[in-house]
């Protein structure tokens, strides 16, 4: 792992925080898609991990791409047509395949601006809230590009097709009040309080088996582009499996029990 993402866990759940304050969290370098991706495939094999919550450090969540070096046509900004479209495909749309393939529930804490490629990171979470403050902004359009970090796909399955095309074709950003009435968030808090309640909302994820959570997030991903029929054996084969972990036996013991449960991940 290296410097842009900060890691810190309190048991079950894993607060990773985007760490580069100075640039507004700014993404573009290539090594801050790979941490992105190397944490993914880091809790694809941590079963212990039961929820993630992504904030970012200082004033913003994420600024998106580095508009400097759009300018000059550095890094991923650089070369021909051909290299800047592979630039993309192997850096920062990188971060949105594994963050939407991530089993594990992620909370998204928008603490501040998120912008652009930083807006469509959010929208690769489970769950959205937000600071009073904060704005969030699909604005692409008003550099003379186009949404490129998968906003474009999601946004309309989040909040409609006429308030997508709203955020998306006048790049106009959007308070905490608007996304909360859209649908865009699910709660607002004033800035102090955001972390500990997206924390408090991942701890709840945790409480329950790792295994239903994280099975039960893959269908909703998939059920997104399913047929019913496709989606309900996809489920009958998803719940077969959780019948037969030890954490469902003691999930029911502990309910009759009247007791609180004790899973350990098997």
């Not at 051909?82 to 963050?99: C, E, K, M, P, S």
């Not at 501040?112 to 959010?122: M, R």
């Amino acid at each position: 792992m290296g410097d842009f993402l900060r890691i810190e866990r309190n048991g079950a759940v894993m607060t990773v925080t985007m760490d580069r304050p100075e640039d507004r969290n700014a993404i573009t370098d290539p090594d801050q898609s790979a941490e992105f991706v190397e944490l993914t495939e880091s809790l694809a094999r941590d079963r212990s991990v039961r929820a993630l919550v992504l904030t970012g450090a200082g004033k913003s969540f994420c600024s998106g791409g580095n508009v400097k070096a759009m300018r000059e046509g550095t890094g991923m900004f650089s070369g021909s047509p051909f290299d800047q479209r592979n630039h993309y495909r192997t850096t920062v749309q990188r971060i949105g395949r594994a963050l939407w393939e991530l089993e594990v529930p992620v909370v998204a804490a928008i603490n501040g601006h998120a912008i652009g490629l930083g807006f469509d990171i959010t929208l690769m979470c489970d769950m959205r809230i937000m600071a009073e403050s904060a704005v969030v902004a699909e604005s692409y359009v008003k550099l003379g590009i186009i949404p490129g970090g998968g906003g474009a796909w999601l946004l309309p399955r989040v909040i409609g097709y006429a308030r997508a095309s709203q955020m998306t074709l006048t790049g106009d950003p959007v308070d905490a009040q608007t996304a909360l009435a859209w649908g865009l968030v699910s709660e607002v808090h004033p800035a102090e309080r955001l972390l500990a309640r997206a924390q408090e909302l991942a701890q709840a994820v945790a409480s329950s088996p790792g295994h239903a959570t994280r099975l039960a997030k893959r269908m909703m991903r998939e059920g997104m582009d399913q047929k019913l029929a496709t989606h309900l054996e996809t489920a009958a084969a998803y719940q077969a499996l959780s019948h037969h972990t030890d954490d469902h036996k003691e999930a029911l013991d502990a309910f009759l029990d009247k007791r609180a449960p004790e899973f350990k991940n098997r």
